[in-house]
């Protein structure tokens, strides 16, 4: 279901442990204004902004169940030199839910950098603030992941890298937790493979090359068990009557996803790519998964898609229309 409202104040109307994971991208610090009263991101001052999201994931953290996980997709921002804070490109969100940019130095709310420890062209370190602010306020802070964009934004910088990166961090609402690793397992290196082959054919003399014949058995140091036994990806030869198999390892902490263009307008969706291993290794078939900052819908597609339900919440009546238009449901239900 799709719930209209503020995130805080609509979270503290759902019961306690319903959700078993919650996958979401607040709105970032200082960057974009999403054309809705009281919202989050534009806040005095980057502490005023944690402290309001530190609120908001409180009240995640009951609608989650005592296994539930939380992934949060955050970019950061820099300390503006005319006092403001952001990027100098402001991106704005008309009523009819289309986006222009302002290319020129803005007029923003600002913040006292001063007493914040601030400097023109400073980078805030949003992410990290955030991180820790949730680990104080009772999440396990389990990891962070490195969201590798090879096609990022282009800035017109030159004392500085471009940067084409933001984190994925995933925290606990308990020490013990649903993490399905085998859902987002990842095919083994070429040169892991090679070393597997080579084992395989020093102990067992009659191995074959993948592609060439099938693989009898892993050597007992690498799984002790039958090929057939292990998760694996399977492409047919040419003959269309012989596999080769590739073994996989666990998902690494960098994840490659290109960023895609959205029709509706709506200019920050993440892609599904992104949160597809989230949903995945964060809940089972039939699970809820909550988004509290649903924008246009993209956390309800992949759960759908996978056979989750979902539970979303978004301030500006704009973005639901454009996520029931790509979920599918009617006006007016949810």
Not at 204 to 228: L, T, V
Request: hydrophobic share 35%; glycine share 10%; with cysteine.
């Amino acid at each position: 279901m799709i719930l209209h409202g503020d995130a805080l104040a609509t979270l503290r109307t759902l019961p306690d442990a319903v959700a078993q994971t919650c996958v979401t991208s607040p709105p970032y610090y200082g960057l974009r204004d999403y054309g809705a009263a009281g919202q989050i991101g534009l806040e005095q001052s980057p502490e005023e902004y944690i402290a309001r999201l530190v609120d908001v994931f409180r009240e995640v953290r009951r609608v989650l169940c005592d296994g539930g996980t939380l992934w949060v997709v955050i970019g950061d921002s820099y300390a503006h030199s005319t006092g403001g804070r952001g990027d100098s490109e402001r991106v704005f969100i008309r009523g009819n839910g289309k986006p222009y940019r302002v290319t020129q130095k803005h007029d923003g709310r600002r913040f006292n950098r001063g007493s914040s420890g601030y400097k023109p062209k400073d980078l805030i370190g949003v992410p990290w603030m955030l991180a820790f602010a949730l680990r104080a306020d009772g999440w396990y802070l389990r990891q962070d992941i490195i969201w590798n964009k090879p096609n990022p934004m282009p800035e017109s910088v030159r004392d500085r890298c471009t940067r084409s990166h933001e984190y994925i961090f995933l925290l606990s609402k308990s020490r013990h937790y649903y993490f399905d690793a085998a859902a987002i397992a990842e095919p083994c290196a070429d040169s892991t493979l090679a070393r597997i082959n080579q084992d395989i054919a020093l102990q067992s003399g009659s191995f074959r090359q993948p592609g060439k014949g099938r693989m009898r058995a892993c050597p007992p140091r690498y799984c002790g068990k039958e090929q057939a036994d292990h998760p694996v990806l399977r492409s047919r030869t040419k003959s269309g009557n012989v596999y080769h198999y590739r073994p996989l390892r666990n998902k690494r902490d960098v994840w490659t996803v290109t960023t895609k263009p959205y029709s509706g307008a709506h200019f920050a969706v993440f892609p599904q790519d992104l949160i597809l291993p989230c949903i995945l290794a964060g809940s089972r078939p039939g699970d809820v998964v909550l988004d509290p900052f649903f924008g246009t819908g993209t956390t309800g597609l992949v759960a759908s898609v996978v056979g989750r339900r979902y539970i979303g919440i978004e301030l500006n009546p704009d973005y639901i229309t454009m996520a029931r238009d790509r979920l599918g449901v009617f006006a007016g239900k949810s």
